[in-house]
């Protein structure tokens, strides 16, 4: 790999880390917040459509926020590969990973052909 493409996918990597730290904390001032509400004054006035409302409303910042969680995961091991110089090869064959698929998921693991097989096998799973 050219050490330029590098460059730029280090870069891309670090702007999305960025971002979903962003995200994180964002969900966890709403959740605060939210938090803050039910044990405030409303606290006494619930109604059980309330509850429902809230429960889907808390439930879709903790789907959000471990989606980013598991997301920033892959993105930081993708940078400390980078750093030990393993950045770039898939994790299970050991193959260059396609460039094109590097500038769209910038922190794949694997090479296309791994990454198919790997799915078709979760989907068995499931
Ligand atoms: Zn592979």
Same mark, same amino acid.
């Given at each position: 790999m050219h050490e330029k493409t590098l460059k730029q996918l280090k870069k891309k990597l670090i702007q999305e880390k960025e971002r979903l730290l962003k995200i994180l904390k964002k969900n966890e001032q709403k959740l605060k917040e939210d938090i803050f509400d039910k044990t405030g004054d409303r606290k006494f006035s619930y109604h059980l459509a309330d509850m429902a409302t809230d429960e889907g409303f808390l439930e879709e910042i903790s789907i959000r926020a471990s989606h980013a969680h598991r997301r920033l995961k892959e993105v930081e091991e993708a940078l400390a590969r980078i750093e030990r110089e393993?950045?770039?090869?898939?994790?299970?064959? %050991?193959k260059n990973i396609e460039v094109s698929r590097l500038r769209a998921?910038? #922190? %794949?693991? #694997?090479?296309i052909k791994c990454q198919e097989e790997i799915e078709r096998k979760s989907g068995f799973i499931s």
């Open positions: 393993e950045y770039g090869f898939c994790l299970k064959c %050991a998921v910038p #922190y %794949a693991k #694997y090479c």
